[in-house]
């Protein structure tokens, strides 16, 4: 899919900025590139609202070059570089595509391989030994260079696992979007990952990943956006965008039973944690 089509299909204008958070947080996982706002505007538009940090995350080449660019001018931004896993099977050189994405690993605004991971709802049965062959080498270069491993993991929990324990996975792990119920967030706590929920805790059908998100601690806790996708409740189907991580957070509030801005600062010291310091 081009990159110029990814962020097709978002209805109707963008929602009104929410209520600023007490303290800030970060988004841990964002697509500036394809929400179709001026970069500069989307992220004066989060700290407005408390969301004084966005992780720009890659998902080919293409995306994972521009990225780099944008964390080297914007002191709030790191980036992420990656091959999304659907992607992975359409490639035509996919070895040399795993270089150009391990040439950018080693640049310092750079604080993550992914999303990388395994996808069973798009990708059909014939391509998935590439997509995991692709997932492995994404594992191997976030050790080798000592960045977080930023999973997407879509209908695909069990083979996640396998691939994650074979290979023996990063010292750390973010689970994107996290989509499981609670004995899978069990098992990835377990590990050591960590969990990121995004809009979609919020969705009138997502009792099981309220009930994921209830038992995650708050220190194996982020939150993201994965704009302009999975927009919070009450804007659901409409542009999603950093600023509107203070619904979420006030989700995962109401869902764990804690101080809003407890919350705030434990999500906000994960995201140093796992992504490093951002100036």
């Known amino acids: 899919m081009a990159r110029s089509s990814r962020g097709a299909g978002r209805e109707g204008d963008p929602p009104p900025a929410p209520e600023p958070l007490p303290l800030p947080v970060l988004d841990s996982h964002t697509h500036l590139d394809i929400v179709g706002i001026d970069s500069a505007v989307q992220i004066a538009a989060a700290e407005a ?61 750079v604080r993550a391989i992914g999303e990388t991971g395994l996808d069973h709802f798009r990708t059909a049965e014939d391509g998935r030994a590439i997509q995991e062959r692709s997932f492995r080498e994404h594992i191997a270069i976030a050790k080798r260079y ?48 960590l969990l990121s929920f995004a809009g979609t805790v919020t969705f009138a059908n997502a009792r099981g990943l309220r009930d994921a998100a209830g038992l995650t601690p708050h220190e194996s806790m982020l939150v993201e956006t994965d704009a302009p996708f999975l927009t919070p409740m009450p804007y659901r189907g409409r542009p999603n965008g950093s600023y509107l991580i203070p619904l979420t957070v006030r989700a995962l509030a109401e869902i764990t039973g804690t101080d809003l801005a407890d919350l705030c600062s434990a999500i906000s010291a994960n995201g140093e944690r796992v992504f490093g310091p951002w100036r």
């Not at 609202?49 to 931004?77: C, I, K, T």
């Not at 996975?169 to 979007?177: E, G, S």
């Open 49 to 109: 609202v408390g969301v004084d940090r966005l992780v720009q995350v890659g998902v080919d080449v293409e995306s994972s070059r521009w990225g780099v660019r944008l964390a080297e001018e914007h002191p709030g931004v790191v980036a992420t570089v990656a091959l999304h896993p659907n992607d992975a099977p359409r490639l035509a050189d996919l070895d040399q595509a795993l270089r150009e994405i391990e040439s950018l690993a080693a640049h310092p605004r």
């Open 146 to 193: 000592d960045r977080t491993l930023m999973i997407h993991d879509r209908d695909a929990h069990a083979d996640v696992l396998r691939v994650l324990d074979e290979e023996g996975a990063p010292d750390r792990v973010v689970m994107h979007c996290f989509s499981g119920d609670a004995d899978f967030a069990v098992e990835c706590l377990k590990r050591g990952f």
